[in-house]
């Protein structure tokens, strides 16, 4: 249905395009009329007469790709019309085809700008690459269009994608399949705080609350060894288990956050109050190459990185930033004495599962992922960016993804930090469905 309107509308686009000139010479001001309409129904009307996405943003991204093929089919049309009346038809009569020329060219603007602002508007995926190229090859023959090709294919894809989303998730709305039993709490990683905007988990927590869960985070800070921030989260969780009464609370960690939440529980006494622990890309047996580059880099550059860190994570909020704690917690040894510490038995009464994932090739991890994955390949084989495949694994259980092809899925991945659409990985689904097997089990 999509591609018949498609194909009704080229040719009133086109005729409107190439037609205005001539029907004002002929003073046929009906048919002039009419294209005036027509063309401003195919601009700003949406489009009912086909299945519309369900929500504004998604309709106004289609509409856009919309304008921008009926752009590129009718643009390209009217190109091949005006050199056959230009060389072939009128060539002596040049006011005829350049005031059509011309009037094609408006058309075509209008249309182009239209489409192109509902695009960048409102897309996601195009992201900041596609943006850019979109600009710097806007006036350059060729590969503008080859640009405008990719960059209506990834909007296009977009709406399909999300459409399917937003749909899935109003069909099981009524069964709240991540309606736990306790609430979860969300646990960030190093260097990063649990701002509001930018959200440290991306598109994740919406989508777990659409389906039911409640949700608390952390609010540790961002560079504080493990056991400092073992000590901020055990205070969260009872604040959180006294204000509520939710008795327990159902804890996801990413990175070294799931470091933080075993001391919690192993070495302090959050223990009571946690019902499951899931960790994320957490590397449980530490970071090889950060042991080496700790090693090779002198101790005055070592204090000097700290303290640009330090400075810029007190401007964030942190009260006492600790940058080279922080990082010797995640070395092999420092987790080995973490280890020790916490103890190797699993913690009583608490379900827990481990979760890791593989980047294939170092140019599918945006910076820095792109640069630490050759370090960490180096030292210690398959790793997601940052994190080596074999120190993932604790638990109960274990999960490890990635996917077929060269992308893989990196560190920063699996907490949807560059809102991106992984083709045969659906980061959002995959929390949804994590957190509805703690709710099949009680928890």
């Not at 690459?129 to 640009?147: D, F, K, S, T, Y």
């Not at 609430?183 to 039911?212: M, Q, S």
């Not at 330090?310 to 600790?322: E, I, Q, R, T, V």
């Amino acid at each position: 249905m999509k591609g018949l309107v498609r194909l009704l509308t080229i040719p009133v686009l086109f005729f409107s395009a190439n037609g205005y000139w001539y029907f004002w010479q002929t003073k046929n001001w009906g048919l002039l009329a009419a294209l005036s309409a027509v063309f401003l129904f195919v601009n700003i009307a949406p489009r009912g007469f086909v299945k519309r996405p369900p929500t504004f943003r998604l309709r106004m991204c289609d509409s856009g790709c919309e304008l921008l093929v009926l752009f590129l089919t009718t643009a390209v049309l009217s190109v091949l019309y005006h050199i056959v009346i230009a060389f072939f038809l009128f060539p002596q009569q040049w006011t005829v085809w350049v005031f059509s020329a011309l009037t094609a060219v408006c058309v075509e603007t209008v249309v182009f700008w239209n489409g192109i602002i509902r695009v960048y508007g409102t897309s996601v995926q195009l992201g900041i690459r596609l943006r850019v190229i979109g600009i710097l090859c806007g006036w350059i023959p060729i590969a503008n269009l080859v640009a405008l090709c990719m960059i209506i294919s990834t909007a296009s894809r977009e709406v399909a994608f999300e459409t399917k989303k937003v749909e899935l998730d109003r069909a099981r709305a009524s069964y709240q399949v991540c309606g736990t039993r306790y609430p979860l709490l969300l646990v960030h990683g190093v260097f990063f705080r649990d701002f509001k905007f930018p959200n440290y988990w991306g598109r994740i927590p919406a989508e777990l609350e659409k389906n039911g869960a409640v949700l608390y985070y952390g609010n540790h800070e961002s560079a504080s060894s493990v056991a400092d921030s073992g000590a901020q989260l055990t205070a969260r969780i009872k604040e959180i288990v006294q204000a509520t009464g939710c008795g327990k609370v159902n804890v996801i960690a990413h990175s070294k956050g799931g470091l933080d939440i075993r001391y919690a529980v192993g070495c302090l006494d959050a223990a009571p109050y946690v019902a499951s622990i899931t960790t994320v890309n957490t590397p449980h047996r530490g970071c090889l190459f950060v042991d080496e580059l700790l090693q090779k880099f002198p101790v005055k550059t070592q204090q000097m990185i700290a303290g640009g860190y330090n400075a810029a994570l007190k401007k964030l909020g942190d009260k006492h930033p600790d940058f080279l704690t922080a990082v010797g917690d995640l070395t092999a040894a420092g987790c080995r004495r973490l280890g020790e510490q916490m103890g190797e038995d699993l913690p009583r009464d608490i379900y827990c599962q481990s979760i890791g994932s593989k980047l294939n090739r170092a140019v599918n991890g945006k910076f820095p992922l792109n640069v630490s994955y050759w370090i960490a390949k180096h030292y210690s084989g398959a790793n997601d960016g940052l994190v080596s495949a074999d120190s993932f694994r604790w638990g109960e259980d274990y999960t490890f993804l990635t996917v077929n092809g060269k992308r893989g899925i990196s560190h920063g991945d699996m907490i949807d930090l560059n809102r991106e659409n992984i083709p045969e990985f659906d980061v959002r689904e995959f929390y949804v469905q994590l957190v509805a097997r703690l709710k099949t089990k009680g928890l």
